[in-house]
């Protein structure tokens, strides 16, 4: 079955600390994303990477940086935690085929609460 | 701005009912997909329609994609409390990553 997930479902974190949200899956898949998810907006992508090391700023990158530094885990910084940034954080990969999208795997994600 | 707009943005409709959900965009997508996210949960795919017109069924959901590639929408037929969730259109512009829609949230009462 495949998996992936969040280390965190739930995270409370003070304004202009660091906050780091890992993800890992066991699927193989070259891609990873990080994705926030906000009432009447959907999700928004906000970093993306198709190889270790590699990655690509998604539509909302401001404010976040990411690490891929094994296939198997991506992870998202916060490097100064706002409230604008309280949200539900979602990870996913997917296989690569080319440039098409295949199917997105998601975890159960992280909701992020800064006060 | 987004790319992808959902219609709906709230459905709350009795068992047994017909309800279409619709996906637009100015922009032309490559594929299009459809998830659906139950509460604590994250998305799962439902279809991915690839071919502008094309049509396909799972069980009592219906989804169709534009013949222009621009647009999709899923009918549910006699939709049952189970079929309660938020359902998300992703669109594929050649990027590596979906563009997702704003959802659409469905209530179906017993």
């Known amino acids: 079955d495949v998996k992936v997930t969040q280390s965190s479902r739930y995270l409370v974190k003070r304004t202009g600390e660091k906050v780091f949200l890992e993800c890992v899956q066991d699927m193989d898949h070259e891609n990873m994303f990080w994705y926030r998810q906000d009432p009447g907006l959907g999700l928004r992508l906000i970093y993306f990477s198709y190889d270790v090391k590699m990655k690509e700023k998604g539509d909302i990158p401001e404010g976040y940086s990411v690490s891929r530094e094994k296939k198997e885990r991506f992870s998202l910084i916060l490097e100064s935690a706002s409230t604008n940034q309280t949200s539900m954080y979602l990870c996913a990969s997917s296989l690569s085929s080319g440039r098409v999208n295949t199917e997105a795997f998601f975890g159960q994600g992280t909701r992020l609460t800064v006060v | 701005t987004q790319l992808l707009e959902q219609s709906p943005q709230f459905l709350s409709i009795q068992e047994g009912e017909n309800l279409t959900v619709y996906c637009n965009s100015s922009?032309?997508?490559?594929?299009l997909q459809w998830y659906r996210q139950e509460p604590g949960e994250g998305p799962v795919l439902l279809v991915t329609?690839?071919?502008?017109?094309e049509v396909k069924k799972l069980k009592r959901l219906t989804f169709q994609f534009g013949d222009a590639r621009k647009d999709s929408s899923l009918h549910i037929t006699a939709a049952q409390p189970g079929d309660t969730g938020l359902y998300l259109c992703?669109?594929?512009?050649?990027?590596?990553?979906?563009?997702f829609g704003s959802g659409t949230r469905l209530q179906v009462q017993p």
């Open positions: 922009s032309v997508f490559s594929s």
């Open positions: 329609v690839v071919t502008g017109g």
């Open positions: 992703a669109g594929d512009k050649g990027r590596r990553a979906l563009t």
